[in-house]
């Protein structure tokens, strides 16, 4: 099993940034993608940013794109989050998810581990 622990959000005025923090513990070994989601109020669960295991290949949501930045850091076992130019609409729970596939995963479905989400809230 896996265990994942995300940290970092809180409330930032619109024009600001967060850094979003997700440590792995447990098997560790098996986890290959890592991705990050959001969902807001009455909105779908969406993907944010992907990550490959080496980290040389990522993907991001085009509503973020020049904004946030996925990066990971394998001997902390951990998955980062850098959120710039904040919105907000960019206020949601972010959930940090990890798979044992390898590739920039954007779908819900091939994340088999989940955090418990942290909440980021952006004020105008």
């Known amino acids: 099993q896996v265990q994942l622990v995300e940290s970092g959000g809180g409330l930032v005025q619109a024009g600001g940034s967060l850094r979003l923090s997700c440590v792995a513990s447990?098997?560790?070994?098996?986890?290959?993608?890592m991705g990050w989601f959001r969902q807001a109020p009455g909105k779908e669960h969406e993907s944010v940013a992907a990550i490959n295991y080496s980290g040389d290949s990522t993907h991001y949501a085009d509503s973020v794109k020049g904004r946030f930045a996925i990066s990971r850091d394998h001997a902390k076992n951990t998955v980062y989050l850098q959120m710039k130019s904040l919105k907000p609409e960019d206020t949601a729970v972010y959930y940090c998810?990890?798979?044992?596939?390898?590739?920039?995963?954007?779908?819900?479905?091939?994340?088999?581990?989940w955090g418990q989400g942290t909440q980021v809230t952006v004020s105008s």
């Open positions: 998810a990890a798979s044992g596939r390898e590739g920039t995963l954007r779908y819900a479905f091939e994340y088999a581990y």
């Open positions: 447990g098997r560790t070994s098996s986890i290959y993608a």
